[in-house]
């Protein structure tokens, strides 16, 4: 009964190498967000999207790119990986219906690792 | 600018114990303010509470708002060793179309056998 569905689990990337990570969702919602979460840290907003409009937080790398083809998926793209980026990627959704509050659900998260 | 602060970073109980977590908020626009627990995989959720919700319960764990000191408390009683985790608070925060989550940086909870 998956509902937000990430892959890989665990990614290997060399310095520079481009990566894609990938997200998936079964819940049908409408807004899909990108965190990023090193070691004892919180998870750090990356970007969102509601429906199709793209929001990206100010202090987002260039580096880090989305696309939402569909409501289903989403994607991460991380052109020139550094070793900074080395992160557990997590994928989350929730449905955004008129003014009422919102629960956020997560998926499994990717491991990357950069050498 | 906006920001959700969690203490104690950390804390080190004993089975059967009691224990209260805590979180602050700042934020423009508040919507709602949601835990989680945390352990070696993604945040699974746990409870959300609103204006309208401002209190809840689970089993051993609860959970309150209090809207006028804007912070939240959440409670474990008769803490298990499975309690132990990263336990994350999360504000969703936004007007006009556009929401976000802030979390605060989590209350890592140890329950020694």
């Known amino acids: 009964d998956a509902m937000v569905i990430q892959n890989p689990r665990y990614q290997v990337t060399q310095f520079g190498k481009p990566v894609t990570l990938s997200c998936s969702q079964t819940l049908n919602h409408n807004v899909m967000y990108w965190y990023q979460q090193k070691s004892s840290q919180a998870p750090k907003l990356l970007f969102h999207?509601?429906?199709?409009?793209?929001?990206n937080e100010a202090d987002t790398p260039d580096n880090f790119q989305s696309r939402r083809p569909n409501t289903s998926f989403c994607f991460l793209d991380i052109r020139s990986p550094g070793l900074g980026d080395a992160a557990m990627y997590l994928c989350?959704?929730?449905?955004?219906?008129?003014?009422?509050?919102?629960?956020?659900?997560f998926g499994p998260g990717t491991r990357l690792t950069v050498l | 600018e906006d920001k959700v602060v969690q203490s104690p970073l950390s804390l080190v109980v004993h089975e059967g114990d009691t224990v209260t977590l805590n979180c602050s908020y700042e934020?423009?626009?508040?919507?709602?303010l949601l835990w989680y627990k945390q352990e070696k995989k993604a945040p699974t959720f746990l409870f959300m509470l609103t204006s309208s919700g401002i209190e809840k319960k689970s089993g051993r764990l609860s959970s309150i708002l209090d809207k006028k000191e804007l912070s939240s408390i959440l409670n474990i009683t008769a803490t298990q060793t499975g309690d132990s985790a990263i336990y994350l608070c999360?504000?969703?925060?936004?007007?006009?179309?556009?929401?976000?989550?802030?979390f605060g940086t989590g209350t890592r909870l140890k329950v020694l056998a």
């Open positions: 989350a959704t929730s449905r955004l219906v008129g003014l009422g509050a919102n629960t956020q659900y």
């Open positions: 934020v423009t626009n508040f919507r709602s």
């Open positions: 999207y509601y429906d199709k409009d793209f929001n």
């Open positions: 999360a504000v969703e925060e936004g007007s006009s179309g556009t929401y976000k989550y802030i």
